[in-house]
């Protein structure tokens, strides 16, 4: 896997591991939201760390024809939003100077062939040796058509002559289990399975990829990961940003395709799964595996029971929604693990829009003591159970609380919470989690990206829940306000097995 590692500055610096090949990368979508928050501010983060070829242009390609120079003003302002760095005069002048704009009807095949044309000329006057990374920022239903004709264009044939090209697919990939399996298929008609770079960019979070080193480097956690001392599991993904300008996305997808079926469900196999034999991608994709696989899939009769959805006031108003839009921003699903380790333990999983706050989240709840072994009862009631709570983001940490004795002369017990803190630790600004999927694939270095069994197996696992609602839609929509923890019936829902939400 390839590193990089911060500077005693806290800069991240290249290393001769991430030493990448000259190349243009072409992004479809450069003007939507995914990239003006996430494509555009790595891009601009990586040149600023000098983990970006000299020989590398980006062709941001549109529909409607455009002004280059209010494309790169609109792209400035963007990293004045969402970068971690604001731009610099001198670095800004350099990394604009890469950029270039290209116009045309995808669903054409002479766009394709004038791409082609384009991406020949860069090679000859830029030298990117015939490199190229097309990322598809695009909804899920335009993926194949521009894969399709990028084929047929021969733009995505594999070069002979050492060098490549690789195509970048966002996720969700497909909207179902039998859209994804059909797309791996049309896809493969297509591209290598080497070419195909399925991106899941919170297996990119130093958060997550730490839960790998928290469970199998710290011997004390292992022997109580399991049944017998774990009561539940919660993992929650609150957003205090609505849908915003991705209306027409959204209606495709709502927040069970958007984030769980993906981002949550790789952080469940991150928590839930056995020790890998390696710590080879392949090793750790394995097991994971293993585990979509035992999510037991529910009976319809019990999916209204183990799940609920909800929507935030107004979203029907966001342009491109459905004025009747039944698209849920807000779910939360319980789901058992049919395998020895975690038989009888829930795992809680939620997710929502314009919500009061924005954490991502495991609490992992620990079974109480057998019996309260204190005469006071109000001792026996005060107590709570240790959680363990992996701060993916913001402010990320993990804490331990447990129950002591405060000093005094009496009998008490308070809660206390061990913290361990990244900022304070280290000190520096984590890089996002698209700097570095952007730059593994440029590197070949597929590690961080999703394997095709794995997408259909994650699919799989939600597709009960998605069919049902799709029959049974919800009737009390719209049924939270912006701003707050999201509908009522999510505390009413995991009160219901007598457990309470430990992320507020
Ligand atoms: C994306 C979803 O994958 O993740 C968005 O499509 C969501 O809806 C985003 O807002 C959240 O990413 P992050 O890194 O800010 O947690």
Not at 104 to 131: A, F, H, M, W
Not at 173 to 186: K, M, P, R, V
Not at 341 to 354: E, N, S
Not at 388 to 406: A, C, D, N, V, Y
């Amino acid at each position: 896997m390839s590193t990089i590692y911060p500077s005693l500055e806290g800069e991240f610096k290249a290393t001769p591991e991430s030493k990448v090949d000259p190349c243009s990368m072409v992004i479809f979508g450069a003007q939507g939201d995914l990239a003006r928050r996430k494509l555009w501010p790595s891009l601009y983060n990586l040149d600023v760390d000098g983990l970006l070829p000299e020989q590398f242009s980006i062709f941001a390609i549109s529909r409607r024809e455009l002004d280059l120079d209010e494309v790169k003003e609109q792209i400035r302002s963007d990293l004045s939003e969402h970068s971690r760095r604001k731009p610099d005069d001198s670095m800004w002048m350099k990394f604009s100077e890469r950029v270039h704009l290209f116009t045309g009807n995808l669903d054409e095949s002479g766009t394709y062939r004038k791409l082609e044309k384009v991406l020949e000329s860069t090679d000859k006057s830029c030298d990117t040796c015939g490199n190229t990374l097309y990322y598809l920022a695009i909804p899920p239903s335009t993926v194949f058509p521009v894969v399709e004709k990028l084929g047929e264009t021969g733009l995505v044939d594999q070069p002979h002559d050492g060098s490549w090209t690789r195509v970048i697919f966002e996720k969700p990939f497909g909207t179902s289990l039998e859209s994804a399996i059909e797309l791996n298929c049309n896809i493969g008609r297509v591209l290598d399975e080497s070419q195909i770079y399925r991106i899941d960019h919170y297996l990119a979070k130093e958060t997550i990829q730490n839960i790998l080193v928290f469970r199998f480097t710290n011997t004390i956690f292992e022997p109580s990961w399991n049944r017998e001392n774990i009561d539940n599991v919660q993992i929650t993904m609150a957003e205090d940003i609505g849908v915003g300008s991705r209306g027409r996305f959204y209606e495709e997808v709502g927040v069970i395709r958007d984030v769980m079926q993906n981002h949550l469900l790789q952080v469940l196999g991150l928590i839930a799964m056995e020790p890998p034999v390696s710590m080879e991608a392949e090793a750790i994709r394995d097991e994971k595996v293993k585990i979509f696989k035992s999510i037991r899939l529910p009976e319809d009769s019990e999916i209204g029971e183990n799940s609920i959805l909800g929507q935030y006031e107004g979203y029907r108003e966001g342009p491109g929604i459905a004025a009747d839009s039944n698209v849920p921003t807000y779910a939360a699903l319980k789901l058992h693990i049919d395998n020895w380790r975690w038989q009888g333990v829930p795992f809680y999983i939620r997710a929502g829009k314009g919500l009061n706050n924005r954490v991502t989240e495991v609490a992992i709840e620990y079974r109480e003591p057998p019996v309260c072994l204190f005469s006071d009862r109000d001792i026996c009631a005060a107590h709570e159970p240790q959680v363990l709570t992996i701060r993916i983001q913001p402010h990320e940490s993990i804490g331990l609380s447990f129950m002591i004795k405060p000093p005094g002369p009496g009998m008490d017990v308070s809660k206390a919470v061990m913290n361990f803190d990244y900022h304070d630790q280290f000190g520096y600004d984590i890089p996002d989690a698209y700097e570095r999927v952007i730059l593994n694939a440029m590197q070949g270095d597929a590690t961080l990206f999703v394997r095709s069994d794995g997408v259909e197996a994650t699919w799989r696992a939600v597709t009960p829940v998605l069919n049902y609602w799709q029959e049974n839609p919800p009737s009390d929509f719209p049924n939270y306000r912006e701003g707050t923890r999201g509908p009522l019936a999510a505390d009413e829902f995991i009160a219901r097995d007598g457990r309470r939400w430990w992320t507020e």
